[in-house]
């Protein structure tokens, strides 16, 4: 599936075959201030936008029916958010000095050393 990222600059996504990958992604990539939506039905991934002060791992409980922490620690985790990282793409050319391809870039090579295969 594909999802937009939802945040003030380019239009851009990420792809992956479940939801809350592509929102624990794009949590990551805007520090809670970017929104995940579904290409396909326009529908907004609850759980990765935060009001100043928000507490992630009980508002990802309360979407997805286990905390932030514990949904990390789910096997193949990391190596799906890999692959998602590295489905990053810009919808037209980057305008903004805000670079989201170089940050999920670095996200995915990050992932590297966690042991992504196994995880």
Known sequence: MKFE?????DLCFLEADDPRIAAACILFLGNGH????NTE??????GTFFVLGGDVDETWKEYHGVSFNDFME??????KMKACFESFSYANERSSINNIGKMAEE?????IGTNAKTD
């Open 107 to 111: 996200f995915a090579k990050s992932i």
């Open 34 to 37: 970017y929104f995940c939506i």
């Open 5 to 9: 990222i939802g945040n003030p600059s």
């Open 74 to 79: 789910l096997p193949n985790t990391k190596s």
């Open 41 to 46: 039905t326009r529908e907004q991934i609850d």
